[in-house]
């Protein structure tokens, strides 16, 4: 591990000219130029179309239910502003909605066309690996991985055209798991997708960059606290016979304490995303999140599997 030390010095070097380098350099003028977000309902969706209409980009802000608070509030941004919020239904398991979006695109289309596709809609839940059924991994696979594929694939062409930014949400939960492995699996999987995207882009001048939040759930509606007998009760019988309602409380505690323990500032996420769609030389990865979390990760980068595996063994043991 310590033949390593040189070359990671070496690497923070060329990270600290990097980031001198974008400092010098303007930042790109939001003035006619179209984002697409998906997941606008609440949670960074929702803040963040409100940051780059007020930014001056024409925003389309997909919302998976446009009877929704959050919809209604961007409609009522949307009807007080200059015509450059467009609110639309937006399911990115359905390739009909994800069709009519394009359509809507293209017809209010700025004159400096299609900048950026932010594919930020996600869900999450808690259960080990055992207590959910198929039906929930191929849902979360279908909104998790495959609706970022679907409007991805959709949009390419204009945004090879314009040579415009894909932004991905995924999370620091794509390295390690307390509970969410199938939420762990979905974001570990856009990881690898968008490694091979940003390779395959550069040659068109498209750039791909991932947000890499921490422990953010009281930003976001995406992971309500969850319920130990809702669990046991949706538990089947030969998972019953092998785990007792002690176990799945003490789970349920430990994983709602981790929850209570989130941050409120969903705008820190939401600057990332700016600098990703805005910055003259933005990063592949932005990771948002604590110090202790930023050291899990590294150690699951350094060190040996095991490792890591007794650190988060130790962590579920308490």
């Known amino acids: 591990m310590w033949a390593a030390f040189p070359l990671l010095l070496l690497l923070l070097l060329l990270l600290s000219l990097t980031r001198r380098c974008r400092r010098g350099v303007a930042r790109l ?12 309902d609440s949670g960074f969706g929702h803040l963040l179309a409100l940051r780059l209409h007020r930014l001056g980009f024409t925003v ?18 949307a009807e007080a502003g200059t015509g450059r919020l467009h609110v639309l239904r937006l399911d990115v ?5 994800v069709r009519a979006a394009k359509e809507l695109v293209l017809s209010h289309l700025p004159e400096r066309g299609f ?9 999450s839940t808690f259960g080990e690996t055992g207590w959910l059924p198929m039906e929930t991994y191929e849902k979360f696979a279908d ?7 679907r409007t991805t694939l959709a949009f390419l062409p204009l945004l090879r055209k314009y040579k415009g930014r894909i932004v991905f949400m ?17 974001k570990a999987a856009i990881e690898k997708f968008c490694d091979a995207l940003r390779l395959e882009m550069k040659k068109f001048g498209v750039q791909v960059c991932i947000i890499q939040p921490g422990n953010y759930a009281r930003s976001t509606k995406i992971q309500p606290p969850v319920s130990a007998e809702e669990i046991w009760s949706e538990l089947s019988e030969e998972e019953k016979a092998v785990y007792n309602k002690e176990y799945v409380q003490e789970r349920a505690n430990f994983f709602n304490s981790i929850l209570s323990e989130g941050s409120t500032n969903g705008n820190e996420v939401v600057d990332a995303m ?10 592949a990865r932005y990771m948002v999140a604590k110090l202790k ?4 990760v590294l150690v699951c980068a350094l060190f040996p599997t095991s490792v890591m595996d007794s650190v988060l063994s130790y962590a579920l043991s308490k």
């Not at 398991?93 to 909605?97: K, L, N, Q």
């Open 143 to 149: 909104v998790n991985l495959l609706g970022s594929i």
């Open 115 to 123: 900048w950026g596709l932010v594919n930020n809609a996600g869900i």
């Open 60 to 77: 389309f802000a997909g919302c998976l239910c446009p009877e929704s608070d959050g919809a209604r509030r961007l409609q009522q941004e």
């Open 29 to 40: 003028e939001p003035a006619g130029r179209a984002v697409l977000i998906t997941g606008c």
């Open 93 to 97: 398991t359905c390739s009909r909605d």
């Open 274 to 283: 700016v600098d990703a769609l805005t910055s003259p030389a933005p990063k």
């Open 170 to 186: 995924s999370s620091i939960i794509a390295y390690f798991t307390l509970g969410n492995g199938i939420y762990s699996m979905t």
């Open 293 to 296: 979390e930023k050291a899990l």
